[in-house]
């Protein structure tokens, strides 16, 4: 089955505990990206990449690292996490990079920092 | 700058009727892509619909269909015979070369409530 898989679901942390979270997809896809989803702010970028070694910032990547070294995955990663990085996070993965393309989502981490 | 823009926060609609989303969207790229994504309680965002701004044709996908009105610059849903599976949140989005991260542009979304 064609699908994006994150791990973990749920995690409730506390700050300055470094923290990963893992995005795989299994499409081929060039082009990945992570969001996050906030009440009153919508989804917003943290980070893409448009193929293994090519990653970029997005619209909101402060406190956040990413790394692109395989195809399939592009993991999340909270150096020193903080209470304002309490979000749903979503890893998205999209066919070709320059393309229009859907992006398909994964099912996303509720995570909470206290 | 590229903008969606959705107007109704909340809407009901009754099991097995025909219920239209509206979206507007702003951009100056002659090339973009249109898409509906439904999230429900769970969290999860669940593709639905693509359009792109070169198709001639309204795309469909099962019950669902893009009202795609390009001079207007609405992407409105059509979701025919309603279920009660599909009461969530609906996000039109965007996405067009101008950016070059080609990050998905989301728009507020509207809560449909569908009623027994």
């Known amino acids: 089955e064609a699908q994006v898989t994150q791990n973990p679901r749920y995690l409730i942390t506390v700050t300055g505990k470094k923290l990963t979270v893992t995005c795989s997809q299994n499409?081929?896809?060039?082009?990945m990206s992570w969001y996050r989803q906030d009440p009153g702010l919508g989804l917003r970028q943290i980070y893409y990449s448009m193929n293994v070694e090519v990653t970029d910032k997005g619209d909101v990547p402060e406190g956040y690292k990413v790394s692109r070294k395989e195809k399939r995955n592009f993991p999340l990663i909270l150096e020193s996490p903080s209470p304002n990085q309490t979000s749903l996070y979503f890893c998205?993965?999209?066919?070709?990079?320059?393309?229009?393309?859907?992006?398909?989502f994964g099912p996303g981490t509720r995570l909470t920092v206290t | 700058a590229q903008k969606i823009t959705q107007t109704q926060p909340g809407m009901f609609v009754q099991e097995k009727e025909a219920v239209t989303l509206d979206c507007t969207y702003d951009?100056?790229?002659?090339?973009?892509?249109l898409f509906w994504y439904k999230q429900p309680s769970s969290g999860e965002m669940i593709f639905l619909i693509y359009q792109g701004s070169y198709d001639q044709q309204n795309a469909t996908e099962g019950r669902y269909s893009l009202n795609f009105q390009k001079a207007r610059k609405s992407a409105n849903l059509v979701i025919s015979a309603s279920q009660l599976g599909d009461s969530a949140m609906y996000f039109c989005a965007m996405r067009d070369r101008m950016d070059s991260s080609y990050k998905l542009i989301f728009g507020s979304g509207t809560r449909l409530l569908v009623r027994p």
């Open positions: 951009t100056s790229d002659p090339s973009y892509g």
């Open positions: 998205a993965s999209s066919l070709i990079a320059g393309g229009l393309y859907e992006q398909y």
């Open positions: 499409m081929n896809h060039e082009y």
